[in-house]
């Protein structure tokens, strides 16, 4: 194991692995200075509701990074936490992180084919972060802010894609029309990542949810309950 990943996902290292993640999280929170913009209420609830699905798309893009067919079979939680399951033998940590790995595999196909830069991955996690769609409990005036602030990040998207196409088509002597396709079909994969998302978040949430009721790993405190489980009265997916 490369040292990529350095701690087995197991019940003992759950709520580490759960802490961890989170904190990165609300670290990356304090450098978007968008969010200062909107009222505290609304604040909370965007931040609270949408930490799975950033978190979960972090983990998608750690997977991505993590090449190599001697991992092939392996989870990337990041932080240093992963999942092999020739090394697990707990049920249902292996339930949750091989329901986990599918449905990441399933998300990095079509990605695998037209790749996904750093600043790609970032603009993507914006939008997903601003993202109000399945979300109840904002405010009108934080509904417009954050959807202003989703098809900014997406609009900038479309002109990065198009941009990194244009290098390449231009080193590989593509035609005009080439280009247009090969952009076209590129953002259509990376505007798709944001739906897929929307599963694995309720996915983890949902599985989260559970060890959280029954402490599975320590799960049971304060900030895990009101994130997995009371935030659910004001989100719906």
Partial sequence: MKAVAATQMTEETLSAMWFRLVAH?????TGISEIQYMAHEDKVRLVVCHLCKVVCLSVVYTNYTC?????????FFGSEFYWDPARSNDPLMD???????????????PVKKFGMSREEFILIKLMILFDCTNLTGI????????????????ATLSQLVRFHVEEMGVAEGW????????SMEKLKCLLDV???????GKLDDDSLADMVENNYGGMRGILQQQIHTESRKIRRF
């Fill in 67 to 75: 090449k190599g067919s001697e991992q092939e079979d392996c989870l």
């Fill in 139 to 154: 405010s009108d005036e934080g509904l417009e802010f954050a959807r202003s602030m989703c098809n900014k990040y997406r």
């Fill in 194 to 200: 944001p739906m897929s998302i929307e599963v694995l």
């Fill in 25 to 29: 999280y609300f670290e990356w929170l």
């Fill in 175 to 182: 035609s005009g029309e080439q280009i247009d396709r090969y």
């Fill in 95 to 109: 339930e949750y992180c091989l329901e986990m790995k599918r449905t990441v595999n399933r998300i990095l196909a």
